[in-house]
C-alpha cells in the first residue's frame, strides 16, 4: 500500500538533500570537518523547515563510521547511522517538550547523560518545542549545558526562540531556520510526485507551495491530500483546476477578473467577484492570499524593470498591497469568513479613488 504520509517518506536523509537552509548546511559540515562541533545546539525557526531532520542527520553525522573519511557524512550505511535510522540504537534520545516539560523528565535526562553511549561516539539528544519547559525543568537543564558531558550533544528545536531563557541560548549555538521559498518547494512536490506515478502539473505544485505558506511539511501533507483523491480519471495527473478544487482556491480568471474591476476601479464589479467566488465555495482566506501574490509580482515586476506597470501605478499598487496584507491578517475570518475579504476590496477602492 502506498505511504501518503509524504513529510516522513521523503524526509531529507543527507545534508545535501535539505532545501532551503544552506547557512546552516555549511556551519555543520564545517563543524563536522574541523572537529569543532559544539554540546549544544539551538534550532529556531518556522515550523516544518527541517529542524529536526537536520538534528537527526547531525546526530547520524557525528557517529557516522565513516566520518574519518569526510567523503559523505553521514554515510547512512554504516552500523551507526542504519541503528540511528532505524531507530534502534538508546543513543538517540528525542523528547518532545509540549508533553514532557517537567523537572522530573529533565532530571531523568540529566541523570542519563552522565552515563557513556552504548555504541556510538556521541550520545545525542532532540528536545523538541523546549520553549514550553518549566522554569523548573530550564533551571535543571541549565546545570548540565553548563558543565557538559563530553561525549553528549543536546540539539534544542523551537519555533518560539523568544521564550528560550537567556541563560539556555547563550549556552548553544543559535542557528536560525528560514522559510522556504515557493520554487523550491514546487520543484519537491514534483518530485515527489513523480516518485509516487503521479503527474503534478507546474501551476499546481505552484497553488500547493502558496498554500503551505514556507513549510516543505505542509506543503507535502497538502501534496498527500491531493494524491488521495486519485484523479484517475486524468491518468493520474493532478492539474491546477484540481487543486484549487479541493482546497478552495479561485481559478486564475477570477483572479484576473477582480484585478480589472479594481483597475477600472469599478466598484461593483469587484464585489460581483467577491459574490462570485463566495457561491463557487472559494475560500476568501486564500483568494486574499492569491490576490496579494498577483498584486505583488505586478508590484516586483514594475520596480525592478523601472517600468509603468499596465494596470495600476506603483504608488497604487503599494496602496492594494497595504490594504490586503492587513485584511489577510484579520482574525474575524471564522465570524464572517467573506468580511475581511469584502471590507479589503472596499477600502482598496477608496484609496484608488482618492477617498
Known amino acids: 500500500m502506498t505511504d501518503y504520509v509524504l513529510y516522513r517518506k521523503y524526509r531529507p536523509k543527507t545534508f545535501e538533500e535539505v532545501v532551503g537552509q544552506p547557512h546552516v548546511v555549511k556551519i555543520l ?3 563536522i570537518k574541523l572537529n569543532r562541533v559544539a554540546h549544544a545546539y539551538l534550532f529556531s525557526g518556522p515550523r516544518g523547515t527541517g529542524k529536526t531532520s537536520v538534528a537527526r542527520i547531525l546526530a ?22 542504519s541503528e540511528f535510522l ?18 522530573d523528565e529533565i532530571r531523568a535526562v540529566r541523570e542519563a547523560a552522565n552515563f557513556l553511549p552504548i555504541s556510538a561516539k556521541y550520545k545525542v539528544y532532540i528536545i ?8 523548573e525543568a530550564f533551571n535543571a537543564l541549565l546545570k548540565t549545558l553548563e558543565e557538559p558531558p563530553a561525549h553528549v550533544i543536546f540539539i534544542l528545536a523551537t519555533t518560539e526562540p523568544e521564550k528560550i531563557p537567556e541563560t539556555i541560548s547563550s549556552r548553544a549555538q543559535h542557528l536560525r531556520f528560514r522559510l522556504i521559498d515557493e520554487d523550491s518547494i514546487a520543484d519537491i512536490l514534483i518530485k515527489s510526485a513523480s516518485e509516487e506515478k503521479f503527474t503534478l502539473e507546474k501551476e499546481a505544485a505552484d497553488a500547493l507551495a ?16 491531493t494524491l488521495v483523491l486519485g484523479f484517475e480519471e486524468n491518468g493520474r495527473k493532478v492539474r491546477a483546476e484540481d487543486v484549487e478544487g479541493f482546497f478552495g482556491a479561485p481559478p486564475k480568471n477570477m483572479v484576473l477578473s ?39 509580482a505586478d508590484f516586483l515586476s514594475a520596480s525592478l ?8 501605478t506603483i504608488d497604487e499598487l503599494e496602496k492594494i498591497l497595504l490594504v490586503f496584507l492587513d485584511a489577510a491578517s484579520a482574525r474575524s475570518f471564522s465570524l464572517h469568513p467573506e468580511l475581511p475579504l469584502e471590507l479589503a476590496v472596499s477600502r482598496a477602492l477608496g484609496e484608488l479613488n482618492g477617498v
Open 29 to 31: 559540515k564545517n563543524a
Open 60 to 81: 547520524r553525522a557525528v557517529n557516522c563510521g565513516q566520518h574519518s573519511e569526510l567523503t559523505k557524512v553521514p554515510c547512512n550505511v554504516c552500523r551507526n547511522c
Open 86 to 103: 532505524s531507530g534502534r540504537t538508546l543513543d538517540l534520545v528525542e523528547i518532545d517538550a509540549a508533553s514532557n516539560r517537567g523537572i
Open 128 to 135: 523538541d518545542e523546549v520553549h514550553m519547559l518549566t522554569k
Open 210 to 225: 502558496l498554500f503551505a505558506e514556507g513549510s516543505l511539511r505542509d506543503a507535502l501533507n497538502l501534496l498527500g491530500q
Open 258 to 296: 477582480m484585478v480589472s474591476a479594481l483597475a477600472q476601479k469599478d466598484r461593483a464589479r469587484a464585489f460581483e467577484c467577491v459574490s462570485e467566488a463566495i457561491k463557487a465555495g472559494v475560500d476568501p482566506r486564500i483568494f486574499l492570499k492569491i490576490l496579494i501574490k498577483k498584486i505583488r
Open 305 to 312: 524593470a523601472n517600468a509603468k506597470p499596465a494596470d495600476f
